[in-house]
């Protein structure tokens, strides 16, 4: 069987694929370990000069597989269960993740994979195409050069699933599209269109989906043929990688506790379920 996460290495770009389309490209803990592996390589291995993202399949990401969500919100609840709600993330607003919740979720393949791309020198070219769902659209925040084929699509359905957004992007989004426009995204599931992402500077060019791997090949390839110490200086400079880590750290206390949360217990009952969840009891 050919591997959920595909890669290889050919004159200089090392070509990471999404590589489960029967499933809509869902990440498990196990297909974040090998994202992770990959851009960790990219890092350290002289041979790589530029990351090409892309998926198989008609759309890049459903995001993260909601039967793992099920599995690590119900190994939560069950190992916090005798805390207060409070004392299951992080005990100091703002600190990195250290709570006893956060032990369970903090060291997991998904935070390792965001942190990678968050510290990543190496240019990252991104191609998607059909809906970028979740941590499909946050991680191309971390991307530096996306392709969107026409017809794309993304969304960020965090707080449908009872959740808050990760990978910095709650201040990633409203800095590249607006307060207004990411609370939109974030708050109420609105999608955004490819044309609006390329628009609003969140993707750099739209491209028909039968040139889209083409494209994104060729623009890796010119990357490829840079000077990469230069190259990777520039990165380096336009990003404060420090400080996005702290940001991660504060989301991930914060995404640890909504996930022990009944809320998300309810969320992921009603999606297992194919029923709309209702929280009318919660306030």
Avoid at 43 to 71: C, H, K, M, W, Y
Avoid at 94 to 101: K, T
Avoid at 223 to 230: D, I, Q, R
Wanted: aromatic share 4%; hydrophobic share 50%.
């Amino acid at each position: 069987m050919a591997p959920d996460i595909a890669v290889e290495l050919q004159d200089a770009v090392l070509t990471v694929t999404l590589n489960r389309p029967a499933k809509k490209n869902a990440l498990t803990e196990e297909m974040y370990g090998a994202l992770a592996d990959a851009i960790v390589r990219a890092e350290t291995d002289p041979q790589v000069r530029v990351v090409l993202l892309r998926a198989e399949g008609d759309l890049f990401s459903a995001g993260n597989d909601i039967a793992d969500f099920s599995r690590l919100a119900a190994r939560i609840a069950d190992q916090t269960a005798h805390l207060a709600p409070d004392q299951t993330a992080t005990e100091t607003p703002g600190a990195p993740a250290n709570g006893p919740a956060s032990g369970i979720t903090g060291r997991m393949n998904v935070w390792r994979f965001l942190r990678a791309l968050a510290a990543s020198t190496t240019p990252i070219v991104a191609a998607v195409q059909g809906q970028a769902v979740g941590v499909g659209t946050t991680m191309l925040l971390h991307c530096d050069y996306v392709i969107l084929a026409e017809g794309a699509a993304l969304i960020t359905p965090f707080v449908d699933l009872a959740l808050v957004p990760e990978a910095a992007s709650t201040v990633l989004l409203p800095q590249r599209i607006g307060h207004a426009r990411a609370f939109g995204m974030f708050a109420l599931t609105e999608p955004l269109s490819a044309a609006d992402a390329v628009a609003s500077g969140l993707a750099n060019r739209l491209v028909p989906a039968e040139a889209l791997h083409e494209t994104a090949q060729q623009v890796a390839a010119t990357l490829a043929a840079k000077p990469p110490g230069a190259l990777a200086a520039t990165k380096r400079l336009m990003r404060d990688a420090a400080g996005l880590t702290v940001i991660m750290d504060r989301e991930v206390a914060e995404f640890t506790g909504r996930l022990a949360s009944p809320e998300a217990r309810e969320a992921f009952t009603a999606f297992a379920e194919r029923r709309k969840p209702d929280y009318s009891r919660f306030s």
